[in-house]
């Protein structure tokens, strides 16, 4: 099994560009989750999906949208990049909400100029 | 709203030393609490949760109730243990782990 996989692993946009990061799991999770990690601010939940066709709001929703077409994908858009959204987008997925492992993939490092 | 606090950004001890990094939570009901670990360009990892009272590489963790604190110990601290420690609650009712700011740990020899 791959676990968690995110594309790309690098990007640089400029402002105002729009890009998608794909994540994708293969443990039939029904959670999938969007986490943004920046030095001294830990993680930061931004979007999350409870199950096919579903997705919720996290703590830093603004500037991004997500979709959960299929149960294995959880898309991640910008629509119009700024700065402030270089950042490292860390998707995680898990059986279950609440007390179940989250299983985390290797991070997209995005840099807006 | 449910908070977790990890206090302290950086730690930096001597191998050998004990090595103690705090965790607080706001209380609101009875969370479960997990310790992931990030080793240098590695994903997150779970490192123990504390309903399974493991130890996993030396590192414990014991809930405190009445402190709401859930401090992760390692008697003995090594230069592998260098990493970002991340603690995270989660609270049944919630959808979401909610993690603190994270407390990296850095062991010189």
């Known amino acids: 099994n791959a676990g968690v996989t995110q594309t790309p692993k690098f990007r640089v946009l400029k402002t105002g560009q729009s890009m998608t990061l794909l994540c994708a799991q293969d443990m039939n999770h029904e959670y999938m989750y969007w986490y943004r990690q920046d030095p001294g601010m830990g993680l930061r939940l931004i979007h999350y999906s409870v199950g096919e066709g579903t997705t919720a709001k996290g703590e830093v929703p603004d500037g991004y949208n997500v979709s959960r077409l299929k149960k294995q994908n959880f898309l991640l858009g910008l629509e119009s990049a700024a700065p402030s959204q270089t950042s490292v987008y860390f998707c995680?997925?898990?059986?279950?909400?609440?007390?179940?492992?989250?299983?985390f993939g290797p991070g997209t490092r995005l840099t807006v100029t | 709203a449910q908070r977790v606090t990890q206090p302290e950004k950086l730690l930096s001890v001597f191998k050998g030393a004990p090595v103690e990094l705090k965790c607080n939570y706001s209380?609101?009901?009875?969370?479960?609490l997990f310790w992931y670990v990030q080793y240098s360009r590695q994903r997150l990892q779970l490192l123990l949760r504390?309903?399974s009272r493991e130890s996993i590489k030396g590192f414990t963790a014991d809930l405190n109730k009445g402190e709401t604190s859930f401090h992760l110990k390692k008697p003995f601290a090594q230069e592998e243990d260098s990493a970002m420690y991340y603690c995270a609650p989660a609270w049944q009712a919630g959808t979401a782990l909610i993690f603190g700011k994270g407390t990296t740990l850095s062991v010189s020899s």
């Open positions: 504390h309903i």
């Open positions: 209380y609101s009901g009875s969370p479960e």
């Open positions: 995680a997925s898990s059986y279950a909400a609440g007390s179940y492992e989250q299983y």
